[in-house]
């Protein structure tokens, strides 16, 4: 999984690319600290990259957003593809985590 | 202005006693804040000023000789609170009470001066002290002696009085007679929707209240589907049972979260009570769960929402019902926004649908 965060303005851009799994999700989670602490953020996840997603993925994803909402901040997952989109759906996360 | 020797030796003391008007606002206001927040009461606002300079000597020039020492004159640090609901304004009136030092002789109930066939300025003031158990600074014992002015009114109070004191008239028997009689007309008006929203809110509450006796009392069908029985009902976990099955296939954690989203798929599929909710639980789980099955198993997946139960409750009475592709990406459309993936997705559940001999 490879991720790049770019601050552009007051929005911040995330980029997924590859498989988030149990091999790399603590590395993910260590990644996106930066994310957990700025006030207010304004995050997008751009997810045209990311190919799988795990449930630690998912939970990853929730605790960020639950992070993100109790700051005053907001956070939409955008461009994932149908792969990722059905474990999101199955999973009932789609209701849940904000997706575009 | 010319000011006589007597409110200029005011004036001097005010000036000399700036930072500590400004502390007393200050620490008012905390209190005020922290008392709303403890207590689950919502405001509009609560603010606060010290008089300035110009609107002290403006009151001395008019009634300079009123005042013996500038602590005659109680208004100099004022806080308002102003409320959604006239009826949260003898509310907060309690709180203060218990709160600050009320000097009383001072203290006065506008709305209880007007006549009864007068209309306008309605609001309460307090004249408080800060007591010491709320408040103390040994360097500054003035704060626990210097009083200040609460008001406490209803938002279209304030805009009244707002409105009458942007007339540029200091007291309203300077404004001639014939706006004067406009603007209590306004008040009348503002006084009977200040009255007005104060009935529609305690009948919305009891309305609530019956709904919840009348959802746990299990008379469904006597429930008629709305957005406060539909969460009333939820309340009663009633699709706690098929989300823990769901979660079983996998061990996964059940994640809680709200099944409101789906509210608006049951108006869709025209159910009218919450007896038809209940029906669709009771006659499509069991598709519901054979669809998690062949979703979920094998995944690996470990963690579900709650929600995942009442949506495949509505995935499966949409298929029962014959809506076919068609119904599930509109079901899909209305919780998601409209896309091209609702309607793959709904051919694929269709498919696993038809596969597993679900429809």
């Known amino acids: 999984m490879d991720i790049t965060i770019k601050n552009e303005g007051e929005k911040t851009l995330v980029t997924l690319n590859g498989r988030l799994d149990t091999t790399n999700a603590d590395q993910f989670q260590a990644d996106i600290q930066p994310l957990m602490t700025s006030p207010k953020p304004d995050i997008d996840i751009d997810c045209s990259g990311m190919t799988y997603t795990s449930s630690q993925g998912l939970r990853i994803f929730l605790s960020l957003q639950k992070s993100v909402l109790a700051r005053g901040g907001k956070m939409v997952m955008l461009n994932m593809n149908p792969q990722v989109k059905e474990v999101f759906d199955i999973t009932g996360f789609s209701n849940i985590i904000a997706i575009r | 202005m010319k000011l006589d020797m007597h409110c200029e030796m005011i004036l001097d003391e005010y000036r000399e006693r700036i930072p500590i008007l400004n502390k007393i606002r200050e620490v008012v206001l905390d ?65 203060v009470e218990r709160m600050f030092e009320i000097d009383w002789d001072n203290s006065v109930d ?41 008001q406490m009114r209803t938002a279209l109070q304030h805009v009244w009085a707002n409105m009458q004191h942007d ?27 200040d009255e007005q929203f104060s009935r529609i809110r305690k009948e919305i509450n009891d309305y609530r209240r019956n709904v919840q006796s009348l959802v746990a009392s299990g008379n469904f069908d ?10 009333s009902y939820c309340q009663l976990k009633p699709f706690q049972r098929l989300a823990v099955k769901i979660a079983t296939i996998n061990q996964a954690e059940l994640y809680e979260d709200s099944p409101m989203p789906y509210y608006q798929v049951l108006l869709r599929l025209e159910m009218k009570t919450i007896g ?14 054979q669809l998690a099955l062949i979703q979920l198993a ?25 809506f076919g592709v068609a119904g599930l990406t509109s079901m899909f459309n209305a919780i998601y926004g409209e896309s091209a993936y609702n309607a793959q997705r709904a051919d694929r559940i269709f498919q ?4 597993s001999n679900l429809i």
């Not at chain 2, 309605?122 to 007591?131: A, F, G, T, V």
């Open chain 2, 31 to 95: 209190i005020l804040q922290r008392t709303m927040k403890e207590n689950n009461m919502v405001v509009t606002a609560i603010e606060g000023r010290v008089k300035t300079e110009k609107s002290l000597a403006g009151k001395l020039e008019l009634k300079g000789n009123k005042y013996h020492t500038i602590d005659d004159i109680t208004d100099i640090v004022g806080v308002r609170i102003i409320t959604f609901f006239s009826d949260e304004v003898d509310q907060i009136a309690a709180l």
């Open chain 2, 110 to 150: 506008k709305r209880k001066m007007l006549e009864i066939d007068r209309f306008g300025y309605m609001s309460l003031h307090y004249i408080c002290r800060i007591p010491k158990s709320l408040y103390e600074d040994p360097q500054q014992p003035l704060i626990n002696e210097i009083r200040f002015e609460l």
């Open chain 2, 167 to 193: 007339t540029g008239y200091k007291s309203e028997v300077e404004i001639p007679t014939e706006h004067q009689r406009s603007l209590n007309r306004l008040a009348g008006i503002l006084e009977l929707a």
């Open chain 2, 222 to 231: 006597d429930v008629p589907l709305n957005g406060d029985t539909f969460r």
């Open chain 2, 276 to 289: 038809d909710v209940e029906r669709m639980r009771s006659e499509c789980s069991e598709g519901a769960y």
């Open chain 2, 298 to 322: 094998g995944t690996g997946l470990d963690i579900v929402a709650y929600s995942v139960a009442l949506q495949n409750l509505c995935i499966v009475k949409i298929l029962k019902l014959g």
């Open chain 2, 352 to 355: 696993q649908a038809i596969r």
